[in-house]
């Protein structure tokens, strides 16, 4: 569905952060981007920015409130736009300012130029058990139980997910990407690129009409993308947040 969203070009766009007080690296590329060393016209957060991060759940605000209010005093100046992911999710009250799209929101169609682009976290689609899953656990009652016996448990079990998570493979190569993403998006979507994160596979392919690209997760290897001009005959031109721009 459309909502009216124009890609700029020199938007930044990360996917797949993971950020957590044991994987810290995406601070100072949003540090950088708030004081201008990285220039950006919009920021569009592509999901899973955090590794644990719950509209209902306290502790995970706490956890991250530097880099939360980093992003929200960029958002005072530039568009930001949040798609959310299956670790960060119920979070129009903490970004206020930023256009955030649940899971049920996505894909989202946006322009750029004449281009149409499908923006997306990456697991939209998933069968009935994983959508039953994504629908329970952002149930404001569910949350409010499961917030309950972590606070009585002085946060021992989101501090055990937390170390959990840090250890898992992001960066594992899912072997038959190109059929399994053939199978589900070419002559689905009408549209001139389809980007998703949540594989963590920086692949780029031709689906017919559609050029797909699945971005890298920047908990792997801290690369993002910039918008370019369409004159450069590259719509989306990698980055690393370890090169000076």
Not at 157 to 168: G, H
Not at 190 to 195: A, K, P
């Amino acid at each position: 569905m459309s909502h009216n969203i124009e890609l700029k070009e020199g938007a930044v766009i990360i996917s797949d952060a993971h950020y957590s007080s044991l994987r810290p690296e995406l601070f100072s590329l949003i540090n950088d981007i708030d004081q201008r060393i990285v220039p950006a016209t919009q920021l569009i957060l592509m999901g899973d920015i955090f590794d644990a991060l719950v509209g209902e759940v306290p502790y995970t605000h706490r956890e991250n409130k530097n880099i939360i209010s980093i992003i929200n005093k960029i958002s005072e100046n530039i568009e930001v736009i949040y798609l959310e992911g299956n670790h960060d999710f119920n979070l129009c009250k903490l970004f206020p300012l930023a256009q955030v799209f649940p899971i049920e929101m996505q894909p989202v169609l946006c322009t750029y130029s004449d281009k149409k682009v499908y923006l997306s976290h990456g697991d939209f689609d998933g069968k009935f058990l994983y959508k039953s899953y994504t629908k329970l656990i952002r149930n404001s009652w569910i949350l409010f139980v499961l917030n309950l016996f972590d606070t009585l448990y002085n946060h021992n079990i989101l501090k055990k997910l937390d170390k959990y998570l840090s250890k898992k493979d992001d960066c594992k190569e899912f072997i038959g990407f190109t059929k399994f993403i053939q199978n589900r998006i070419e002559d689905k979507y009408e549209c001139d690129y389809f980007i998703e994160g949540h594989f963590h596979q920086n692949i780029a392919l031709n689906l017919h009409e559609t050029s797909y690209l699945n971005l890298p997760a920047f908990a792997c290897n801290q690369r993002y993308f910039i918008v370019k001009s369409l004159e450069d005959k590259q719509l989306f031109e990698e980055r690393n947040s370890h090169k000076e721009i």
